[in-house]
């Protein structure tokens, strides 16, 4: 079945122990079924239920498609001052 590579980083690559992890893609996949997928990982219940999410570096709706040429990116907030 094919995949795509979804980076995590700071607090939510700490929290799933990885910088980058593979999900594996359904026919159809939308960003929001990639997001289930990771949400549904061992340590994910530290990450928010909607998170803001990147496709290809670039913002992505849930309803996004996903591809697996693509790359996923899950992204923390940032905090400034």
Do not use: C, K, W
Not at 12 to 19: C, I, K, P, T
């Amino acid at each position: 079945m094919p995949s795509v590579r979804v980076l995590l980083f700071a607090s939510y690559a700490d929290a799933l122990g990885a910088s980058a992890i593979d999900v594996e893609l359904t026919p159809g996949a939308r960003v929001r079924d990639i997001l289930s997928s990771v949400l549904a990982r061992s340590g994910a219940h530290r990450l928010p239920p909607s998170p803001m999410v990147a496709v290809n570096a670039e913002y992505a709706q849930m309803d996004d498609l996903v591809t697996e040429r693509d790359e996923v990116a899950i992204i923390p907030p940032v905090a400034g001052g």
